[in-house]
């Protein structure tokens, strides 16, 4: 399932070829570029934040109309949850939503609670490792999710099936309307990683004191639910259509742990992951919050011209291309910061300069950080 229709007149490639070429670290015939719209766009529109959340039809006209006004780009960045249960069950994290906890214009927010404890990791090792992660996030979401609080299994289990029905439906129309337009679905299926999940369950100082007083289980727990996640990752990858899987590691990085307890405890799962997600003919994308300059040699560990890794504003993204930039293709990095305060002329210059250097022989993409 590909994008045929070009861009833009003159382009030589598909959006979805100029995909693949950079994927593989080939020269595309230019820089393909992703924009990451979500809560930009109601504000664009005029629309509440609380209907483009909760309702898909007006999602749906808020980015036509986006695309309309000020489009059009290579790579949709698909951050549309229609089921916040849903989106609770692949973030792993609590969500206070406009219109329900917060005002109807207010963005999304998270709200860290602590809702695993030290023993939860035994509980994680000991499950059957073929459905391990799903085991994991079932028991873990009656205790932060609004939406599964006060349900039984069996309760919440019809909720999941009904969220997974609304956002699958959703999804495929979504995706297929954004196709037409010639773009590549950034990703078939999106959830936090085992590891970092951890350290959102436990919120960071506990986490901390667990990598000091169960550094084994730590590593142990995110091993054994990583074929699990793989899998549930590829299926859904699969049934959507979109052969691209981004896996967020929001806490892998050296602002939150050291070297080596990223290659102790962190990569061990992660490799697992990326290698099933690529033995299935699909393309990883570890999207990695925070700094990770000390990180990047591990990853030349992974396949090389297969995975994609999404940088944000604390890695230094020209070093990462000096680093890492002949092993895996580099995504982003427009500071939020330089978009809110920089000068138009500022931000010209500095995606010029990414194009022209960390774009040089191939192997980027643009997008914000």
Known sequence: MTAARKIYEEDTMTA???????VRLETPDRVPLSMMLYYY???????????YMTDPAVYKQVMKKLWADIGPWDIYYNINPSSRLMYNYVMMMRELWPGI?????????IDEVQYMEPEDYDQAIESPKWMADILFRLRML???????????????????????IRQGIFWRSDFKWWRDQGAVVQMGYQAEM????????????????????????IGRAATHLSESF????????????????????HRTSNSFISPKQFEDLAFPSMEIIVNRIVEAGMTPILHCDGDWGKNLKTLRRLPAKKVIIQLDGLTDI??????????????????????????????????HRLIEEVGRGGGFILAGG
């Open 194 to 217: 085992p590891f970092d999940t951890f350290s959102q369950a436990r919120n960071v100082i506990n986490f901390s004191a667990d990598l000091f007083k169960r550094p084994e289980k």
């Open 16 to 22: 979805q070829e100029r995909f693949d070429a950079v």
């Open 41 to 51: 766009a109601p504000i664009h529109v005029g629309v509440k934040m609380s209907q």
């Open 101 to 109: 906890e917060l005002e109807e214009d207010a963005m999304a927010k």
């Open 142 to 164: 009656p205790r932060f999710s609004q939406e599964a609080e006060g349900k039984k299994t069996a309760g919440m289990l019809a909720a999941m099936a009904f969220g997974i």
């Open 230 to 249: 793989a899998n549930t990752a590829v299926w859904t990858a699969r049934l959507m259509g979109v052969p691209t899987v981004q896996c967020y590691c």
């Open 318 to 351: 020209f070093a990462a291309k000096q680093e890492i930039g002949d092993h895996m293709c580099i995504f982003g990095d427009v500071p939020a910061a330089k978009l809110v305060t920089g000068t138009v002329s500022e931000v010209d210059e500095y995606c």
